[in-house]
């Protein structure tokens, strides 16, 4: 069965610092992938979304991630992070042969301190 | 513009009642899907439907949960006989069309005393 692993499960940064946040999934398949992310009391957004071309995919808000096929990958990264970054992020993933059923990993909790 | 809308946001039942729980889609969108959250654990796909059709319900359990989209009105998702175990985040989603991007709520927290 497919799965998605998010492997940080809590993460704490200080601003102005580095974020990169893994993502692997298991399907052999063409795939979706989508970096969503809640913050405190509201509804899950789209980050940014992989469907083709360009590996690197540039989000809203300043986060990218990078698809690499030869490792069932699609890490988040964001060059320096804000207190409001504080967040969880969850990775998903949709393999493409019909299929609507988005897979989720378990969510990465982020922690940015002031 | 509004987004998913989802009704209540928090919800407590004691075990053996009711919970209903509504999703409001995106305007324009008439394709509604229903995850779950147990805690620790990613999302998982419940169930898909369009205006008044069960598309697949493949990620229901087999007893006590139903879910319907009428023509009028939101999505319901209905668990009758709550137990401990129910106790979860129900998010919602709805799309243009099948294979476009879903759009989420945020979701209601159904805690079973």
């Known amino acids: 069965a497919q799965s998605v692993s998010q492997h940080n499960h809590h993460v704490i940064l200080s601003e102005a610092a580095s974020l990169e946040l893994g993502c692997n999934y298991s399907?052999?398949?063409?795939?979706?992938l989508f970096w969503y992310v809640q913050y405190p009391g509201q509804h899950l957004q789209l980050l940014l979304k992989?469907?083709?071309?360009?590996?690197l995919v540039k989000g809203i808000k300043g986060f990218e991630a990078e698809f690499i096929k030869s490792k069932f990958s699609f890490n988040l990264r964001k060059p320096s992070v804000q207190w409001s970054d504080t967040a969880e992020y969850f990775c998903?993933?949709?393999?493409?042969?019909?299929?609507?059923?988005?897979?989720f990993g378990t969510g990465t909790r982020l922690k940015v301190l002031a | 513009n509004a987004g998913v809308m989802q009704n209540p946001r928090h919800l407590v039942r004691r075990r053996g009642q009711e919970a209903r729980l509504r999703c409001s889609p995106m305007?324009?969108?008439?394709?509604v899907y229903w995850y779950r959250q147990l805690p620790e654990e990613g999302l998982k796909f419940m169930v898909y439907?369009?205006?008044?059709?069960?598309?697949?319900e493949s990620g229901m359990p087999k007893e006590r949960f139903s879910a319907e989209f009428p023509k009028e009105g939101p999505s319901i998702l209905r668990i009758q006989q709550v137990v401990r175990g129910d106790s979860a985040a129900y998010f919602c989603?709805?799309?243009?069309?099948?294979?476009?991007?879903?759009?989420f709520g945020p979701g209601t927290r159904l805690t079973v005393l």
């Open positions: 305007k324009g969108h008439s394709h």
């Open positions: 989603a709805s799309s243009l069309g099948t294979t476009d991007t879903q759009y």
């Open positions: 998903a993933v949709k393999t493409t042969s019909g299929t609507y059923k988005y897979i």
């Open positions: 992989y469907f083709s071309g360009d590996p």
């Open positions: 439907l369009q205006k008044e059709n069960i598309i697949d």
């Open positions: 399907y052999g398949g063409t795939v979706n």
